[in-house]
């Protein structure tokens, strides 16, 4: 059995629609597929706006100024999307939770899933492991899923960047941070 199907890539895939959001319906199904979910979703005429409503959402969470506020925000967003945790087992993905009912739309079965797995990455990996890119002007959620949770930049070139910043303001006398 899965003890944990909705940690990493639930929170991944939320910060992948929020730093590259998909052009049409088709592209965020895609994405989900991208990140391991196998279920189908019946196409609704408001998935586009209704999935871009849960990114818009949880990147509250990513931005919450504290601890705290990070889980009232969560919280309340897992409270919203509230299902009883179910047994199932489908698509060859073998047994495993539901945190959410069958048969929702592609951003109720996100408004679910992405709380849900956000809350498990926090309280997994530490609830600061989530945030904006170091780099400026680049404003791309980073999940940090490195062994010792410092992970500050979205990609290399934000973090090389960010030194070629560091390295000149030091030669001209400025300051490092």
Known sequence: MHLNPYGTYAVLLAASLANDWPEDRDGIEARTRDFGMTMTFLAQVDDLVGTRAVIDEWLRVVDAATPELRSEILNRQMRDAAAFPQLVNHDD?????????????????????????????????????????????????????????????????????????????????????
Do not use: K, M
């Open 93 to 177: 993905e073998g047994w495993h939770l539901h945190y959410r009912d069958d048969r929702q739309s592609l951003p109720e079965v996100l408004g679910s899933v992405i709380p849900v797995g956000t809350a498990l990455h926090l309280t997994t990996r530490g609830v600061t492991r989530l945030g904006r890119c170091a780099a400026e002007p680049c404003t791309n959620v980073i999940v940090d899923v490195t062994r010792n949770g410092r992970q500050r930049f979205c990609s290399v070139r934000c973090a090389n960047r960010a030194a070629v910043r560091r390295h000149r303001a030091r030669g001209s006398g400025g300051s490092s941070r």
